[in-house]
């Protein structure tokens, strides 16, 4: 993430639908910018929001991913902001027939987390946190469905060898 306020700082998760306040519209905006997808595409994307069968899906998928970046990533960096889960038209999710979720993960703009981005050992914090948020997703599922081979469930009963 990057931001004109130099000191804005946090993680913030995003679902496909219609921007959810003006500061989720704006990021969406910045973002959509460097799409090669025109406005001629508008259509479509108001047609993908108002058919997201998958909303439910991601909103939770969202609040674990959202929730496990910020506990991963205050061990290293304790001032890191809890920026929510919110909700915009990102060119990026339309089109997805699963879950799906765009992360902002700390803000390149800010001193400090512009320079915690640019080592090794956060990256990987944050993959870590990625992967710890889908894997808890996916245990909440595991409820609802038993049609596995590996023990973990995917939406429509097939399974994500290896993940548990």
Do not use: C, W
């Amino acid at each position: 993430n990057a931001s004109r306020n130099r000191s804005a700082r946090g993680v913030e998760s995003y679902l496909l639908n219609f921007a959810s306040t003006p500061d989720a519209a704006a990021v969406a905006a910045r973002e959509n910018a460097s799409s090669t997808l025109t406005m001629s595409h508008l259509n479509d994307l108001v047609k993908q929001i108002a058919l997201n069968s998958k909303l439910d899906e991601s909103r939770d998928l969202a609040r674990h991913v959202q929730t496990a970046m910020v506990r991963k990533l205050r061990t290293s960096n304790q001032q890191v902001r809890d920026l929510g889960v919110k909700q915009a038209p990102f060119m990026v999710l339309v089109g997805a027939s699963m879950p799906s979720v765009l992360v902002e993960v700390s803000f390149l703009s800010h001193t400090q987390e512009g320079r915690l981005l640019g080592t090794g050992a956060y990256r990987q914090r944050i993959a870590e946190a990625l992967l710890d948020g889908v894997r808890r997703y996916l245990r909440t599922l595991k409820r609802a469905v038993t049609d596995t081979a590996d023990g973990v469930p995917m939406p429509g009963g097939g399974s994500l060898g290896g993940l548990q």
